[in-house]
């Protein structure tokens, strides 16, 4: 996973609560068995309506999404993390996430910032403003910054070190091997098998 | 102080703990299916690694198999792959898989319970939010993602940050008509879709008690509709005399350790939740959504609500566009929305108590001529079952269209799916946006609205039918 420490980009308003990783990614596009070239995919049934953000030529380049409470409900497909990177977004602001949705952003490196309900309100209505606003999200200091808007952002502690030194899990985990071939002896005999 | 039930379950799955780090938990039981692990498998491939733990992993497909035909190459070409790509990854991995067409194969959610791998005090997970069903044996069981299902097949574990606990009570007897999907509707409704972030949720109270397995599966498996990962049901009586017997249930001095183990599976009574809800089931009626998520739903005889009564200006926002994509008219009464749909199954409501009771309404009655509706068995082994009870026929007799067991309309990706403006009446989870195909309108029903749903045309309960 590559290190993520800062990012500085435009940002996409998307003023939605409750965006379901169904509408990040309908079901139909999960057919595919590779990990990326999921972007065509991203909003899909929005996307069709000219009048939807991302279709708007000043917000192309966005790389910060900014969305409502509630971000990345229902499904657990990692594909909707991999649509929003695929199409270049590095970080999600939001004042709520699903917790499935959050943690497969860590795990694939898509950098979920929790600021305040208010602070996105500001942020939208700045970019809405000024679609060209350079928004830096320093992961180090935790903070997210937009014009004048400066505002610490929640992330979890071991997350934030995962992403600023872009360790795979695994490897960490195996680190641990020993320890799981020992919990593995302790397994009662009456716990099920599949095969 | 005492432990809650999901406390003493992650407790007894650690591996390795530390200061500043998740907790290393130890995964009993892990099911894939044919969507969220291709990938995985890659990562394995490229990294050269193994599945560590074969013997506690299983695969079957359930999210793209067509219902129909299946006895024919899958026509779709792109789902066609992906259903092969698990095939041989089964093979090269050496893992046990239950193809289109076993006796066994089904939904992931149906399979585990039915063949007893679900058992009380494990934890157990799978590439799929709705894990949380398995909650219902008094399991700790949860969705991930596809890193995360990665993680699992090369290490049978999990690093995860402990939950917060929730408590559900839910007081008194459940009204005759209303049933366990409606108590998960009303608890989603009470709580929202953002309620149980962060939590596992735990259902106690007389009305639980008093479910069957399947009803609090049911309860279960719509934990995440609520935002919670897992939900868990304390195990009992009830519990032990549904996995007896099963084809991987313990046996002799096996099944008298796992009882004695299984019994202690309750929360202290002297120990705390971060949280708890309270609803009384002897006032609740059959519940419906109206929006476009699982939390915008009602009492079968109320109104499509009125944005302007949301004093949350989020929730006003969202229920104004909701009604523009259900073509909704605030103060519409449930009962007059019209259905051209009526799904019936899903990993919520694809169990044989579900296609009993649908079938008890549709005995000699026909399914209006406006309305299709699709009986989906939630696995072979459910179809098996209600073809031993005669329930197909009746199904067919009333005009309803029989299948083979799957996913289906829950969410479309098979040739299962609702056209654009189409309105379903489902027994499924998730009434989302395109949810059942681009443009369909859903909303979530009992199987008992369902069945009387179909001979109407409009959203209705059995009473009505005479």
Redesign the interface.
């Known amino acids: 996973m590559e290190k993520f420490v800062t990012h500085t980009g435009s940002a996409l308003p998307l003023r939605r609560s409750n965006v379901d990783t169904d509408q990040i990614i309908p079901a139909e596009y999960l057919k595919r068995i590779t990990r990326h070239g999921f972007e065509d995919a991203l909003f899909k049934a929005w996307r069709e309506d000219p009048e939807f953000v991302l279709n708007k030529p000043e917000y192309k380049n966005a790389t910060v999404l900014v969305a409502g409470p509630e971000f990345g409900t229902g499904s657990s497909r990692e594909h909707a993390v991999w649509a929003l990177m695929d199409y270049g977004f590095k970080v999600v602001l939001s004042s709520r996430y699903a917790d499935i949705f959050r943690g497969n952003s860590g795990k694939a490196g898509l950098l979920t910032a929790e600021v305040s309900q208010d602070i996105i309100d500001k942020i939208w209505s700045l970019v809405e403003k000024q679609p060209n606003t350079q928004i830096t999200v320093d992961l180090e200091k935790k903070q997210v910054t937009a014009g004048d808007i400066v505002a610490q952002f929640q992330i979890d502690d071991y997350v934030r070190w995962r992403l600023m030194e872009g360790l795979d899990d695994i490897g960490l985990t195996l680190r641990h091997e020993s320890k799981i071939t020992e919990f593995e002896k302790s397994r009662p005999s009456f716990k099920p098998a599949t095969l | 102080m005492g432990k809650t039930l999901a406390e003493k379950v992650w407790d007894a799955h650690i591996?390795?703990q530390a200061s500043?780090?998740?907790d290393?938990l130890?995964i009993?039981?892990h099911l894939v299916h044919e969507?969220?692990s291709?990938?995985a498998f890659?990562g394995l491939r490229a990294?050269n690694?193994k599945v560590?733990?074969?013997?506690?992993?299983?695969l079957t497909e359930d999210?793209?198999v067509p219902t129909q035909d299946i006895d024919k190459p899958i026509a779709?070409l792109?789902?066609r792959?992906?259903v092969d790509?698990l095939r041989n990854n089964a093979k090269e991995f050496g893992l046990?898989i239950f193809s289109l067409g076993s006796i066994d194969q089904g939904i992931v959610h149906v399979v585990g319970p039915q063949l007893?791998?679900t058992?009380p005090g494990?934890t157990v997970v799978c590439?799929?939010?709705h894990t949380s069903t398995h909650g219902a044996f008094g399991a700790l069981a949860f969705?991930?993602?596809?890193?995360?299902v990665?993680?699992v097949l090369?290490?049978?574990?999990l690093?995860l940050?402990p939950f917060k606990t929730m408590a559900i009570t839910v007081n008194g007897k459940l009204p005759q008509g209303s049933t366990a999907k409606d108590i998960i509707l009303a608890v989603i409704a009470k709580i929202s879709?953002?309620g149980g972030?962060?939590y596992v949720l735990e259902y106690r109270g007389e009305a639980i008690r008093a479910l069957s397995m399947e009803g609090r599966m049911t309860i279960c498996n719509m934990s995440?509709?609520a935002?919670?990962?897992a939900g868990m049901i304390a195990p009992d009586e009830t519990t032990f005399e549904y996995i007896k017997g099963r084809p991987?249930?313990?046996v002799e001095k096996?099944?008298d350790?796992?009882i004695s183990?299984w019994k202690t599976l309750k929360t202290d009574d002297d120990a705390k939740f971060d949280a708890e809800v309270i609803i009384d089931a002897s006032t609740l009626t059959p519940f419906v959504t109206w929006g476009?998520?699982p939390g915008q739903g009602v009492s079968i005889d109320g109104v499509v609500p009125d944005p302007n009564s949301f004093t949350n200006p989020?929730?006003k926002?969202?229920a104004e566009?909701a009604l523009v994509y259900m073509d909704l008219k605030a103060g519409t009464k449930m009962r007059d929305i019209k259905v051209d749909t009526v799904f019936l199954g899903s990993c919520t409501n694809g169990r044989i108590e579900d296609l009993r009771v649908a079938a008890a309404i549709l005995k000699d009655k026909k399914v209006a001529s406006s309305v299709r509706m699709m009986v989906v068995p939630g696995s072979a082994k459910v179809a098996i079952q209600a073809e031993h009870e005669g329930l197909p026929a009746i199904f067919k007799a009333a005009g309803a269209d029989w299948r083979s067991a799957g996913c289906s309309m829950c969410?479309?990706?098979n040739p299962d799916k609702l056209k654009p403006g189409e309105r379903a009446a489902s027994t499924s989870n998730?009434n989302?946006?395109?949810?059942q195909g681009?443009?369909g309108r859903t909303h979530l029903v009992s199987p008992l609205v369902a069945a009387a749903t179909a001979i109407t045309g409009h959203l209705s309960t059995p009473d009505e039918i005479k």
């Open positions: 591996v390795h500043g780090e998740p290393l130890f009993d039981l969507v969220t291709p990938q890659d990294a690694r560590r733990r074969p013997d506690l992993t299983l999210h793209n779709d792109v789902s792959a992906q790509a046990k007893g791998l058992q494990m590439g799929d939010s969705g991930i993602g596809t890193s995360e990665e993680h090369a290490t049978q574990t690093p940050k879709t953002g972030q962060g995440i509709e935002g919670a990962r991987h249930a313990p096996d099944w350790d796992a183990y476009t998520n989020t929730e926002t969202a566009r969410l479309g990706m998730r989302f946006e395109g949810r681009p443009g």
